[in-house]
């Protein structure tokens, strides 16, 4: 089928980032050389990096130049070896010892000796690929030294970008905060959700605020409840040190799935701008009722798959959650009396991330003796992972007899469009920290305020709340089942 089949009046809008230099800290960690080294690489082969740009990996591992392009060479797939060899030759290598001063003074120098010579604004993007713990000592020697600040002229720019977690809880994310702006202003800060890299995600913005025939609908008058789902048929792997210290909530609800429900819930950004985006999402986040404490297990269910305490790593009695499901209140006009139902877990049954917006069911049939009740509820499917998409399912005549009818689902599915190879979410947002638009990276008030909401939960669990089991390869615990029974709900099969 013919592209222009699927697209009609497409605008599609690519700006290429200046020329700089990113520097990755933890370059010889997995996260860099899984993920960021093969992002860069796909940036430069659509010719997103400028050919003055360069990449230094900076880490505690000894290598020389050549010995770090060949440590990443192996991730680097695609392309001809002409391309690979090209951008091989844009990366270099810096060994240093975070916790040493004088190493900082040493990577200053090396930045500067590779910058000079160019006509071009010496402008540097600071990646920081490790634990957040390290976030302070490394932003204060960077400071330091100079290389965080930015000339009053405005000719160049100083990004730094971390990953998540930002914080364990309210106070530990305040004071994170305070660290942070003590050497950088907000407008340098790019704090990464991967997930808003996904496009299935940004589109979500794009389906409601790009299309009038949503609009009417999206509210408590039309729509019953929504689901948002984030599961994983994998346990803790190689990550039960971090995650036997986190649980699931940190892990995932703090960030992952209330920026999904924000995208989703938002009041339309008076533009498609960083702040406008953001200043939505808080104002969202605000709207949320607090979880009632002397009622959590009613709201909240929280579970640990059985065996996960065979896990290589994990403490003999620990009670990390590998599974929370959790019904949300958002308390304003658009919202008000429609439950948003939140579950992520590990060891599932199926891979599968998605956001279900379930309508309401006709108040009355006209198709005796089918009731009203009888008929399935219209759902939209925004699907994050891993068929990325959309379904529509609504009622339609089936054929055969007159009165035949049952539910009929309209998909769209990214993989079956023609042309327009995707981006990975690393790519988009690696790019987008080069260009210096914070649009799908978080605000710190966003953090305070998702803080706000779960640290009460976090505090109750060390005294209260129930830890029940799931059996691996399951949807979950039943518990997470009659949260939605008590409601005349339930959840959608994995």
Not at 84 to 110: C, K, P, T, W
Not at 170 to 180: C, F, K, P, V
Not at 333 to 349: D, E, I, N, Q, T
Request: charged share 25%.
């Amino acid at each position: 089928m013919l592209e222009s089949n699927y697209w009609r009046g497409n605008f599609c809008i690519e700006v290429s980032p200046a020329p700089g230099t990113l520097v990755i800290f933890g370059a010889s960690g997995d996260l860099a050389r899984r993920k960021l080294y093969p992002a860069l690489y796909h940036l430069f082969r659509r010719g997103l990096l400028h050919e003055e740009s360069r990449i230094v990996g900076c880490a505690r591992t000894a290598y020389s130049d050549d010995g770090f392009r060949d440590h990443i060479r192996p991730e680097l797939t695609g392309g001809t070896d002409a391309e690979l060899n090209e951008f091989l030759r844009r990366i270099h290598y810096h060994g240093l010892d975070y916790n040493r001063a004088e190493n900082y003074h040493a990577l200053g120098q090396r930045l500067d000796e590779l910058e000079k010579g160019s006509e071009l604004p010496a402008n540097r993007t600071i990646y920081l690929a490790m634990p957040a713990a390290l976030y302070p000592a490394i932003i204060e020697q960077l400071y330091a030294t100079g290389q965080l600040t930015e000339p009053e002229d405005g000719s160049s720019w100083r990004h730094v970008v971390l990953e998540k977690p930002f914080g364990r809880d309210t106070a530990s994310a305040e004071e994170l905060d305070i660290q942070l702006h003590r050497y950088l202003k907000e407008d340098q800060i790019y704090r990464i959700d991967h997930y808003l890299g996904k496009d299935t995600v940004q589109n979500i913005m794009m389906l409601r605020f790009a299309n009038l025939i949503f609009e009417p609908v999206w509210n408590s008058h039309y729509i019953d409840h929504i689901q948002l789902t984030v599961a994983e048929t994998l346990g803790v792997e190689h990550r039960a040190g971090y995650y036997d210290q986190s649980g699931l909530l940190r892990d995932m609800f703090q960030n992952h799935m209330l920026e999904m429900l924000a995208m989703a819930a938002m009041e339309m950004p008076s533009s498609f701008s960083a702040d406008a985006v953001r200043d939505e999402k808080v104002k969202l986040i605000q709207s949320i009722r607090p979880f009632d404490l002397k009622h959590l297990h009613d709201s909240v269910v929280r579970a640990q798959y059985q065996g996960y305490l065979d896990e290589p790593g994990v403490k003999p009695d620990s009670t990390t959650e590998t599974y929370v499901a959790a019904k949300l209140m958002i308390d304003n006009w658009r919202w008000s009396g429609v439950p948003f139902y939140l579950r992520s877990g590990k060891k599932l049954a199926k891979r599968k991330s998605e956001i279900a917006i379930v309508f309401k069911t006709i108040p009355h049939s006209i198709f005796a003796p089918i009731k009203a009740s009888d008929m399935q509820p219209d759902t939209l499917v925004l699907k994050v992972q891993p068929d990325e998409g959309m379904e529509l399912t609504i009622q339609a005549k089936q054929p055969g007899p007159k009165l035949c009818m049952g539910g009929l689902s309209l998909n769209f599915r990214y993989s079956e469009l023609p042309g327009g190879e995707s981006f990975e979410a690393y790519e988009r947002l690696l790019l987008d920290a080069m260009l210096g638009d914070q649009t799908l990276f978080i605000r710190s008030d966003v953090i305070a305020e998702s803080w706000k909401l779960f640290t009460p939960v976090l505090e109750n669990w060390q005294h209260d709340c129930p830890l029940v089991t799931y059996a691996p390869g399951s949807d979950g615990p039943t518990e997470a089942n009659r949260m939605l029974f008590l409601d005349n709900r339930e959840w959608r099969e994995l």
